[in-house]
């Protein structure tokens, strides 16, 4: 790995290190990191320690005695996404997060939800479960020609034109390497004083992401993706707006709020109103521990060379005849989709899986209105991280065009 040429931005000294911190860089290719990122020594060792404490003097007892540190996983998710500790919360996954927030908003008959083509499926079947419960109109925005993401002057017109209870868009699909442009989405939303919800799922730990800049009243995440943070994690930033207006989820428990008087409780003033009480500590001291590593080796490289290495595949595999790239836009994330001619989903991530390439295939129904657009029916997603190497995209794609041209066995 010390002699590569070409490295994007990182020095091959550096690179050796950081792949050092992720062992299961010498037996794979790990191209699955939209799918969940390698966990860093630190983060694991955080989760050990803890885990070990609580084996060794009690569960409730080791949380106490690690409550500096338990703080720091608010303080580093505030750095990583520009606010205050006070406007995070733990959440168990991006999802666990997305549905608190959307609990907190009293929906009523003919609401309006505004989102994109190309929001996250389970994001999509919320709003048809709100649609189903409360009657609320869905309402996606067009997108631009040629696939180019959404029609911001056309969403803008329809927030002024119907006034929507809730804009929701996503920054980075699940489906493919499509970035969104939340901020200027944002810029409107802020504009007519609407409530906006961010999913920044795949953007986490990928880019540098300021919920100030985004103008998000609501911004949710997993830790386990490009943030390399633990399974079972996420977060929710709640802006001071939502907090200050009183916004609190439908089910809030003895830790979200006081129980002050019989017939009476108070949600608690910050982003913890979102949370529960009872928390995965060892979790969370990982991901804390993921943070700060993912803002020591820097956001901006990060952002720098992560898509350029997905850009370089990319290139690859345009050239291999039977392979279709999908992934379109202005500005490409490091998710990399594509089809192959002959194959079907499931053996040829079996291929894949049996030269030691981890990868994630897409369906139809993770993205009814791209995947229609493109008509395809399936995907195979490769998603690299900054450890990944030149050499290792390179590999894929020659593993790849020999399976394109020999076809199934
Ligand atoms: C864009 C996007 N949003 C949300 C999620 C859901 O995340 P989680 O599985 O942590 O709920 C995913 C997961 O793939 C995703 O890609």
């Known amino acids: 790995m010390r002699d590569q040429s070409n490295v994007i931005d990182f020095d091959a000294e550096t690179l050796h290190a950081l792949r050092a911190d992720a062992p299961a860089c010498e037996s794979v290719i790990h191209f699955n990191n939209a799918g969940c990122g390698l966990l860093p020594k630190p983060a694991l060792q955080a989760m050990i320690d803890h885990l070990e404490l609580e084996a060794s003097i009690g569960g409730y007892e080791a949380a106490a005695a690690r409550k500096v540190q338990v703080r720091d996983f608010y303080a580093a998710i505030a750095d990583l996404i520009g606010c205050r500790p006070e406007n995070v919360a733990f959440a168990g996954s991006a999802t666990h997060g997305y549905s608190k927030a959307l609990s907190a908003i009293p929906f009523e008959p003919g609401d309006v939800i505004l989102t994109t083509r190309n929001d996250f499926i389970s994001n999509q079947i919320a709003f048809l479960a709100l649609r189903k419960r409360f009657g609320v109109e869905i309402v996606h925005a067009p997108d631009l020609p040629d696939g180019n993401g959404v029609d911001v002057a056309a969403m803008a017109a329809l927030m002024r034109a119907r006034r929507p ?245």
Not at 183 to 209: N, T, W
Not at 237 to 261: C, H, K
């Open 165 to 409: 209870r809730l804009v929701a868009a996503t920054h980075v699909p699940t489906n493919s390497g499509l970035v969104q442009p939340v901020a200027e989405i944002g810029r409107h939303c802020r504009e007519l004083d609407l409530l906006y919800l961010v999913d920044a799922c795949q953007s986490a730990g990928q880019y540098p992401l300021d919920v100030e800049d985004i103008g998000c009243d609501l911004l949710t995440a997993t830790c386990r993706k490009f943030l390399r943070g633990p399974r079972g994690s996420g977060f929710l930033y709640v802006s001071d707006r939502v907090l200050t207006q009183g916004y609190e989820p439908l089910f809030i428990d003895m830790y979200g709020a006081r129980w002050v008087a019989g017939d009476r409780y108070e949600p608690v003033r910050g982003a913890a109103r979102f949370e529960e009480w009872e928390f995965p500590y060892s979790t969370l001291l990982g991901c804390a521990a993921a943070t700060r590593y993912a803002l020591r080796v820097g956001l901006e490289r990060i952002s720098r060379r992560t898509p350029a290495l997905a850009a370089r595949l990319r290139d690859h595999l345009a050239a291999i005849p039977g392979v279709r790239v999908l992934d379109r836009g202005p500005e490409l994330a490091a998710l990399v989709t594509f089809d192959v001619q002959g194959w079907r989903p499931e053996p040829f991530k079996a291929a894949m899986d049996a030269r030691g390439v981890n990868s994630a295939l897409s369906f139809r129904e993770f993205a009814q209105y791209d995947f229609a657009d493109k008509d395809v029916e399936w995907a195979l997603r490769l998603s690299p991280h900054y450890y990944n190497t030149e050499e290792e995209v390179d590999t894929v794609a020659a593993m790849v065009a020999e399976l394109a041209q020999h076809g199934p066995r």
